[in-house]
């Protein structure tokens, strides 16, 4: 059975930082990419950041310099360093496996930023 387990989120002031875990099992991690995406209320699911399976990592725009995905697969974790953390950033942070013929959504964790 395949599972992708988010932690990390919750409520964070803006100028802070939160660790996204992505924790999964039931599949091939290490020949999968890995990405997190999110969703804020009322807007459309965005990719926030990318890492394919031999390391090459992509950014969303808004997020390039401020966040950091990384990935162990001695661990089939897959991780979100999220810095200088802005009320934009709210959303619901979705962990997202995918290879050429699957591909797999966790259940989401919250992220608030605010005062």
């Known amino acids: 059975q395949v599972q992708l387990g988010e932690s990390g989120g919750g409520l964070v002031q803006p100028g802070g930082s939160l660790k996204l875990s992505c924790a999964t099992s039931g599949f091939s991690f290490s020949n999968f990419a890995m990405a997190w995406h999110r969703q804020a209320p009322e807007k459309q699911r965005e990719l926030v950041a990318i890492?394919?399976?031999?390391?090459?990592?992509v950014y969303a725009d808004s997020v390039k310099g401020r966040f950091v995905i990384s990935r162990d697969n001695d661990k089939n974790t897959v991780y979100l360093q999220m810095n200088s953390l802005k009320p934009d950033d709210t959303a619901v942070y979705y962990c997202?496996?995918?290879?050429?013929?699957?591909?797999?959504w966790g259940q989401g964790t919250q992220v608030t930023v605010s005062s």
């Open positions: 997202y496996a995918a290879s050429s013929s699957r591909d797999y």
């Open positions: 890492i394919t399976s031999g390391g090459r990592t």
